[in-house]
């Protein structure tokens, strides 16, 4: 795909998460693996309101190289995009629900959505670790998310919301999606007795769909 077809998409992707309530006013954000470097939704901006040439241009060592100042948490998509090799794109969101379970979670939990349905296990995969709060912006949080990320697809930033990435940028967002799914059906389900998915039926999923 060329850089001005992975503009278009993250311009037309981000508008999508937007119109359907994924993202509000200038929430979350948006970084996409290029062969000379990232792509990432500029400060301040909302996904609903992109411009594709405005997009922010970083090169390879996350240097800010064009378009217009990239995300104050260019930090967190380098986290992840450096952890994980075959991952080309990150989403950050603030999605009611999944925002909802970073909030109810205590910090280590690995599965604070319970596994409900195969979607959400072929799409985010066996963990979601949730780690500490930090203050919007806060470089400390790197560390942690990198560390994390080695060996899942998706993490929740206690109090603040998922970071989400996939082999592709569609892949990520439907990923994303596929997270405040299940966020939305864990809260509908709390306080019942839902069955769960069984560990031999979690591991014929990865082992059909990839780990």
Not at 10 to 18: C, I, N, T, Y
Not at 130 to 148: F, K, N, Q, W
Request: charged share 20%; glycine share 8%.
């Amino acid at each position: 795909m060329s850089e001005q077809a992975a503009r278009e998409e993250l311009v037309a992707l981000g508008a999508s998460l937007f119109q359907r309530g994924f993202s509000v006013g200038s929430a979350g954000n948006i970084s996409v693996r290029l062969p000379d470097g990232y792509l990432m939704t500029p400060t301040n901006s909302s996904l609903g309101r992109l411009d594709a040439a405005r997009i922010s241009k970083l090169d390879l060592e996350w240097r800010h190289v064009g378009g217009d100042k990239p995300s104050k948490e260019v930090f967190m998509h380098r986290a992840v995009l450096t952890a994980r090799p075959d991952a080309g794109a990150v989403v950050h969101l603030h999605s009611t629900h999944a925002t909802a379970i970073a909030c109810l979670a205590a910090v280590g939990e690995t599965r604070p959505i319970p596994m409900l349905t195969p979607y959400f296990v072929m799409r985010v995969g066996r963990e979601l670790p949730v780690l500490p709060y930090h203050r919007p912006g806060d470089p400390a949080m790197e560390a942690g998310i990198h560390e994390a990320a080695r060996s899942a697809r998706a993490v929740l930033l206690a109090n603040h919301g998922p970071v989400v990435s996939g082999k592709t940028l569609n892949d990520a967002v439907a990923a994303a999606e596929e997270l405040e799914e299940a966020a939305r059906l864990a809260l509908l389900l709390r306080g019942q007795n839902p069955r769960e998915l069984t560990e031999a039926e979690i591991d014929d999923l990865l082992g059909t769909f990839g780990a």
